[in-house]
């Protein structure tokens, strides 16, 4: 995420409730330190580019945040100013914040708010990358995090199913979007509407309806997400059922049954069950092998989701 902003791939980063609030009078109305840290880790040595009300909402022995290039957005010559002198850079745009991003020495470019910021940065497309913090939260706010087109796409989450839980108690997933720039940009006037809404506005009808709709997509991934975790564990115990227990059951008794049948000098009979027996052994091997298989690729997505290629949200 470095050079050209044409070319660069930038990133967004926001922690937000699972009802979309990312902000309240100025704040962040829960308290989750490990979004915190996480958020630090993901933007260290980075450009940042938040607008001045996100600035603000900073305590001040955090400001400008350490060790990454503060890009703020202000129309205010007197903020800028402000902002100059505790060693933020202002700028008077979000692509004149971009533009400064990418000639900058930092290597990555990330987006961190606030809801004006990045209604902006996903209406204009100017972000290919959204990782979210998303926090099983009822708190209300005045601050929403904007609606992702239809080109966006969860790429990853973490954990695959359920639940982080915080020191605190708080539950959260972390989830990566990506934007597909090869779809074409079907997003519908009522969302761009959502997205162009002043944040102190009255909320409209449609970005309830919206709110909704990307409410029930969340849900149905999440019961997706449970529904394969269940259909998973269903198939193990099934395989351990049938590798471990039936199947050897079964071949136990068929070879009793042949070598009784061979001593009794019945030796086509007996034959024939010894052969039975073998095919009861080869289905517990390939069981035991098919099980051993799905344990790994369960490994496999854990680790996977344990390290988020893009982690990120912003604290
Ligand atoms: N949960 C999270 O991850 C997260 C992350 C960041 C922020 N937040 C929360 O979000 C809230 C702040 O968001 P917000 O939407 O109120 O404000 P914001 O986006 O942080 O800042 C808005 C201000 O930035 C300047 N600005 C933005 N776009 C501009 C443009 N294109 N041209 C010129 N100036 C521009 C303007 O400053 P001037 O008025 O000075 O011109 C504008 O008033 C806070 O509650 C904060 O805690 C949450």
């Given at each position: 995420?470095?050079?050209?902003?044409?070319?660069?791939?930038?990133?967004?980063?926001?922690?937000?409730?699972?009802?979309?609030?990312?902000?309240?009078?100025?704040?962040?109305?829960?308290h989750?330190?490990?979004?915190?840290?996480?958020?630090?880790?993901?933007?260290?040595?980075?450009?940042v580019?938040?607008?001045?009300?996100?600035?603000?909402?900073?305590?001040?022995?955090?400001?400008p945040?350490?060790?990454?290039?503060n890009?703020?957005?202000?129309?205010?010559?007197?903020?800028?100013?402000?902002?100059?002198?505790?060693?933020?850079?202002?700028?008077?745009?979000?692509?004149?914040?971009?533009?400064?991003?990418?000639?900058?020495?930092?290597?990555?470019?990330?987006i961190?708010?606030?809801?004006?910021?990045?209604?902006?940065?996903?209406?204009?497309?100017?972000?290919?990358?959204?990782?979210?913090?998303?926090?099983?939260?009822?708190?209300?706010?005045?601050?929403?995090?904007?609606?992702?087109?239809?080109?966006?796409?969860l790429?990853?989450?973490?954990?695959?199913?359920?639940?982080?839980?915080?020191?605190n108690?708080?539950?959260?997933?972390?989830?990566?979007?990506?934007?597909?720039r090869?779809l074409?940009?079907?997003t519908?006037?009522?969302?761009?509407?959502?997205?162009?809404?002043?944040?102190?506005?009255?909320?409209?009808?449609?970005?309830?309806?919206?709110?909704?709709?990307?409410?029930?997509?969340?849900?149905s991934?999440?019961?997706?997400?449970?529904?394969?975790?269940?259909?998973?564990?269903?198939?193990?115990?099934?395989?351990?059922?049938?590798?471990?227990l039936?199947?050897?059951?079964?071949?136990?008794?068929?070879?009793?049954?042949?070598?009784?049948?061979?001593?009794?000098?019945?030796?086509?009979?007996?034959?024939?069950?010894?052969?039975?027996?073998?095919?009861?052994?080869?289905?517990?091997?390939?069981?035991?092998?098919?099980?051993?298989?799905?344990?790994?690729?369960?490994?496999?997505?854990?680790?996977?989701s344990?390290?988020?290629?893009?982690?990120?949200?912003?604290?």
């Open positions: 995420m470095s050079g050209n902003p044409d070319t660069a791939e930038i990133g967004m980063i926001w922690a937000q409730t699972h009802t979309g609030v990312i902000g309240d009078a100025g704040a962040m109305p829960w989750l330190p490990e979004d915190m840290a996480h958020f630090t880790a993901t933007t260290r040595g980075a450009a580019v938040m607008g001045r009300r996100t600035w603000e909402s900073f305590p001040a022995k955090y400001r945040l350490p060790g990454r290039q890009i703020v957005i202000t129309s205010d010559q007197h903020a800028a100013e402000q902002i100059r002198e505790l060693g933020g850079h202002p700028v008077a745009s979000l692509d004149e914040g971009l533009e400064v991003a990418s000639g900058s020495a930092a290597e990555k470019i990330w961190i708010g606030g809801g004006q910021v990045y209604a902006e940065a996903v209406q204009r497309g100017l972000a290919d990358l959204a990782v979210i913090t998303v926090i099983k939260s009822s708190a209300s706010g005045d601050t929403s995090a904007p609606a992702l087109t239809e080109d966006w796409e790429t990853q989450r973490d954990p695959a199913a359920g639940t982080h839980q915080g020191a108690g708080l539950e959260y997933r972390i989830e990566t979007h990506r934007r597909n090869g074409t940009e079907t519908s006037p009522s969302r761009h509407a959502v997205l162009n809404a002043d944040q102190g506005a009255a909320r409209s009808a449609d970005q309830g309806a919206d709110r909704k709709a990307d409410e029930g997509a969340d849900r991934a999440d019961q997706r997400q449970d529904q394969a975790a269940q259909a998973t564990s269903t198939n193990l115990m099934m395989l351990g059922l049938g590798g471990y039936i199947l050897p059951f079964l071949a136990l008794f068929t070879v009793t049954l042949g070598f009784v049948l061979v001593l009794n000098d019945r030796i086509l009979p007996g034959l024939a069950f010894l052969f039975v027996a073998q095919i009861w052994v080869a289905g517990g091997l390939w069981a035991h092998l098919k099980r051993r298989r799905l344990l790994q690729e369960i490994k496999e997505a854990r680790g996977a344990a390290t988020p290629e893009a982690p990120g949200a912003a604290g």
